[in-house]
């Protein structure tokens, strides 16, 4: 076996921030003060804020010292199952980085922004492209934004029907959010159990499909790794009682260029472009979630929409029928010129490839250990394989102890206890920017953690040993909260 | 293609473990009549240098600084951002990491955030604030949602001198509730008329912003007494963060809840995102916020330690009890926040919050002087409202020829105030760039 990823090196302990530095020092060069001072009423002034005042020197380490006791894909594989965390090229930093787009301003007159408008349309086309829909908005501004998009735009449809319908159909292999975001837009969530392989029946829809029920909100690729095989025939069944079909579709990066969900029965659906379209996380954000709809539900799409005329794009918000505004302005521009510049670096070829090879990838660890760990459905999987901890359950281990001693070794854990259909769920995804390689030493790791479950237990219910802090102590900072230092 | 490492030979072995023959084969599980059979109708693939070639090409066509003067603000400020905040924030570990589930391996992202919850809560005058939001305008309508959840109330009265696309956003977040949004009209004084609301009842908050939409500061602690006596809950929107360096906080009012747009603290305006919302409230609140909140705490040899905590509010665990739908903060704007506070400082902050006020006072008086109609007297912070004379969209047109935008026309907003436009003086503007615009609109 190779020599393992994970050592210790020096790492350096750093206070809080107002645990240092000094009143009277500054980190900021003030710009001149080329007017004359005007001073306010006293009653509207306050003593301004309790900040510390540091040198540049100071925040320069403090944050650096932060970022050392932090894992990004950067560092190394990264396999959060659901979460798709692939390679973040550099050039698109670079390209959002152009002064051109991070100075705008969002109330520009059109014919002083055309470049981004131009990008905005454009990566409209594509992303309708890969979906094959009609039409998209970018103004969401994560993957649960879409959500919500998604079933306003789904009310909308329905009110102008005059169809008051109080239900939304969720499987139990859905995103964690979906439930909430049926609950924001005032329906009832109706859940819907997967069958004893891990996907949809035709029939456990069309006994629950009423007229009473607005659709259905399916994601496909499910939280499983599985394709919905039935979705075209649930489509049908949902269609068929005047429903409508709402797709989540933050797997999509399992099936560019290989399946087009307006072609199988989907009415509306969102994108993650931080998941399928490279861009980075950010610790937890930002995202952007555009949604892509058939030509039906367009008119409901947010405003403004960017319109081409003669050449020139214009922001209009003629749409009487939209859902209105979703951000104050127009999405995550920073991250939708990422995504962006990732779909034309790619092009149609290379965006098939890495979802077939995200698939070979997922299929791979698969294969290699499901003699080692419990397999939650032995079938073909998509982007990514759900395993459990079944079988360690005799030596009184479980899935978190194998997620925090694979620190140990050098790798972020999978995705744990999720999604809630498998008990004791390790849910990985390797994406295909992970080289054959970094998985074999990751299959390896996680042999050697299993065998280390039976020889010496203690080891995994201490691990992680090699991080910043040793396990902590989840239950006592919900029991007496501490928010603020 | 640089960004997939596999190899033919990598292909072929690993095909072989997985026991098929053909990439297409892996598949399988996908019903042939849901299979794409063309390819897609996409651009080809460029190379990094003709990828440069086209977004240079993009972003050149673009009005900004320091090419352009652009006296707009209404939600989005130019203010100067330090080198160190942006290099620091590019850090890979910070950019390409995932929401901090596994805290061992995240406590730079968490320790990073819990010290942005305590800037946010120091700088509004609050005991606790999120992890962040979307934005501003996506902030107020999830602090109006909590309130009514506080409530049990249906009905919010919303000052017209909120930002009207953030109003527009509360709109649609609660056009399918069932939820009533009631609104409070503006005085001549640019300040928001409050007298409606003693016909009001049955209300779960009062929402204002400050300094509002025509930059003028409000009285929030009327605007406090006023809500607490009609047992609704104060809600105070700001879109210019900065403003609180100077002003009184919004917390040392009466604000039960405080949300707005944190952009301007060394955030680049990127046409309007990625923003910050920023959402603060009471101990006694705090279960019932939405989103990301990190809390601390201490490993197993009891050393200090941060993770995400009070879980129980969120969507994966209540599902659609939750509190919220959200899953994603603005994790990267938040921290890009908190070392943008953390380098102007205490005392800088107030410093570059006077400079902000004064230059904006400076081109107020100017414009003054020259006659132009200054039309609503209370007192502002860095935007005001000027009244030109009719026939003043051929000047604003000239002036854009010019290079410059003298700021937004209010005309769409507020129909009644035609000829009316919103100016934004930030620190980012000399005496020069200002003087100029006074002598280019007096012609």
Redesign the interface.
């Known amino acids: 076996m190779k020599e393992s990823l994970g050592t210790t090196g020096l790492i350096l302990n ?1 206070p ?3 645990e240092k ?1 000094k ?9 001149r ?6 001073p ?2 006293p ?4 003593e ?7 040198s ?1 020197v100071d ?2 380490r ?3 010292r ?10 190394g594989m ?1 396999p ?1 199952g659901s ?1 798709t ?1 692939k ?3 550099k ?1 698109n ?4 980085g ?12 059109a ?6 408008l ?2 905005m349309f454009e990566l409209e086309l ?1 992303l309708a ?2 979906t ?1 829909m009609d039409a998209a908005t970018l103004q969401p ?5 879409g ?2 998009a998604g ?2 735009l789904i ?1 909308g449809f329905h009110r102008k029907k005059g169809n008051k319908r109080s239900k939304i159909i969720v499987p139990d292999t859905a995103h ?2 979906n ?8 329906y ?2 109706v859940p819907v159990k997967s069958n004893e392989q891990g996907i949809l029946s035709v029939e456990a829809i069309f006994d629950v499909m009423d007229d009473d029920t607005a659709g259905i909100m399916i994601t496909n690729p499910n939280t499983l790794g ?2 919905e ?1 039935n ?2 025939k649930i489509a049908e069944v949902i269609h068929g009682r005047g429903g409508l079909v709402y797709c989540d579709g933050a797997n999509m990066n399992a ?6 969900m307006g ?2 029965g989907v009415d509306v659906m969102h994108l993650n472009l931080h998941k399928t379209f ?1 861009t ?9 979630g555009p949604v892509c709809v058939k030509k039906h539900l367009e008119p409901f799409l ?1 405003v403004p929409r960017v319109v081409e005329e003669n050449g020139r794009y214009v922001l209009s918000d003629d749409y009487p029928e939209s ?13 939708i ?1 990422k995504a962006y ?1 990732y ?12 979802s ?2 995200a ?3 997922a ?2 660890i698969k ?2 250990l499901k003699g080692v760990l419990h397999l939650a459905y032995d ?2 999987c ?1 982007h990514e394989c759900v395993f459990s901890d079944k079988h360690q359950i005799d030596d009184h281990i479980t899935t978190l102890d194998m ?2 001693r694979l ?1 140990d070794y050098g790798f ?2 999978p ?1 744990v206890y ?1 999604p809630l259909v498998v008990d004791g769920a390790i849910m990985m995804e390797p994406t ?5 390689e970094e998985l074999d030493q990751y299959i390896e790791a996680l042999k050697a953690i299993v065998n280390e479950a039976k020889d010496d237990p203690n080891l995994l219910h ?1 691990a ?1 040993n090699k ?8 239950t ?3 029991r007496k ?5 | ?1 640089h ?4 190899t033919a030979e ?2 072929e ?3 072989q ?3 098929v023959e053909h ?2 084969d ?6 042939e ?4 059979q063309e ?8 190379t ?1 240098w003709e ?2 070639e ?12 320091p090419e ?1 003067r ?1 006296f ?1 603000g ?3 400020y ?1 203010h ?1 951002i ?1 080198a ?1 905040v942006s ?2 924030l ?20 968490l ?5 942005y ?3 946010v ?3 509004l ?1 609050m ?3 999120t ?2 939001h ?5 902030a107020l309508a999830e602090s109006l949602l909590m309130a009514v959840r506080i409530t049990g109330q249906r009905k919010v009265a919303v000052s017209s001198l909120i ?1 009207p ?2 109003r ?2 509360v ?3 609660f ?4 939820y009533e949004v009631l609104e409070l009209p503006y005085l001549n004084t640019g300040l928001t008329d409050l007298s409606g609301l003693d016909e009001m009842d049955g209300l779960a908050a009062v929402a204002v912003q400050s300094p509002n939409f025509f930059g003028c ?1 409000e009285d929030l602690k009327a605007v406090g007494e006023k809500a607490h006596d009609k047992d609704a809950l104060f809600v105070s929107s700001f879109t210019e963060a900065l403003a ?6 919004p917390g ?1 009012s009466g604000a039960d809840i405080v949300c707005g ?1 944190g952009q301007s603290l060394g955030i ?8 910050l919302g920023m959402l603060a409230t009471g101990k006694k609140y ?1 279960r019932k916020l939405p989103g ?10 009891g ?1 200090r ?3 995400l ?4 509010r969120e ?2 665990i ?5 509190t ?10 938040a ?1 890009a926040a ?2 943008y ?15 902000n ?3 904006a ?2 081109l107020k008086a100017q414009l003054k002087k020259e006659g132009f109609t200054i039309p609503f007297d209370s ?1 502002t912070f860095n935007e005001f409202v000027v009244e030109f004379p009719p026939g003043f969209e051929a000047t604003y047109a000239r002036l ?1 020829k010019k290079n410059t ?1 003298p700021g ?1 026309s209010l005309a769409p907003y507020y129909p009644e105030l035609a000829n009316h436009y919103l100016l934004c003086v930030t ?2 503007r ?2 020069e760039d200002m003087d100029a615009l006074v002598r280019e609109v007096r012609s």
Not at chain 2, 268 to 275: M, N, T, Y
Not at chain 2, 293 to 298: R, S, Y
Request: glycine share 10%.
């Open positions: 750093e809080l921030l107002w530095g009143k009277g020092r500054s980190g900021f060069s003030l710009p003060r080329d007017v004359e001072s005007c306010l009423a009653e509207l002034t306050g301004g804020p309790d900040f510390p005042d540091l540049e925040v320069v403090h944050y650096t932060l970022s050392q006791w932090n894992f990004g894909v950067d560092t990264y959060l979460c965390m390679y973040s090229p050039t930093e670079t390209q959002a152009r002064p051109g787009f991070t100075g705008a301003h969002p109330l520009l007159p014919g002083l922004c055309q470049g981004i131009r990008m594509y492209e890969i094959g501004a994560a993957g649960a934004h959500e919500l079933m306003l009310h964690g959010t439930p909430a975001s049926v609950a924001l837009c005032g009832r969530p599985l394709f095989e979705s075209r099936v560019m260029g290989v399946v087009k072609a199988i490279s980075p996380h950010g610790g937890g954000g930002p995202g952007s947010p859902i209105g505004k979703l951000q104050a302005f127009h999405g995550s521009v920073g991250v010129i510049s779909i034309r670096s790619m092009g149609p070829e290379n965006l098939k490839k890495a077939q090879l698939v070979l990838n299929n791979y294969e290699r079938r073909p998509m997620a925090k620190m972020h854990p995705t999720f295909e920017t992970e080289s054959k201490g992680p991080c910043k802090v040793k396990r902590l102590d989840e006592l900072a919900a909260p501490c928010l603020a230092g | 293609m960004y997939l490492p596999h990598d292909i072995s690993m095909l473990a997985v026991g990439l297409d892996l598949f399988s599980t996908v019903p009549d849901c299979r794409l390819g897609l109708d996409l651009p080809e693939a460029l990094e990828l440069d086209h977004m240079a090409a993009l972003s050149n066509e673009m009005a900004v600084s352009y652009v707009m209404a939600g989005s130019e100067f330090p160190s290099y620091l590019n850090r890979s570990e910070f950019v390409t990491s995932y929401t901090p589930y596994q805290p061992e391996m995240s406590q730079g992202t320790q990073a955030i819990y010290e919850q305590t800037l809560a120091r700088l005058g005991e606790v604030a992890a962040s979307y934005d501003g305008a996506t930002h696309l953030y527009r956003v709109k649609t977040y056009e399918p509730t069932g500061i609180y360096g100077l002003l009184i906080n040392s747009e680049p305006r990127s046409f309007g995102g990625p923003a705090m990301r909140l990190v809390g601390q705490t201490k490993d197993l040899d050393k330690g941060f993770v905590t009070l879980a129980t969507q994966h209540r599902r659609e009890k939750a919220s739908n959200i899953c994603t903060n603005n994790s990267l704007c921290l908190a070392m506070m953390a380098s102007v400082g205490g005392s800088g902050i107030r410093e570059l919050a006077l400079l006020h004064d230059k006072e400076y007192p854009l935008v937004l620190e980012t000399s005496k």
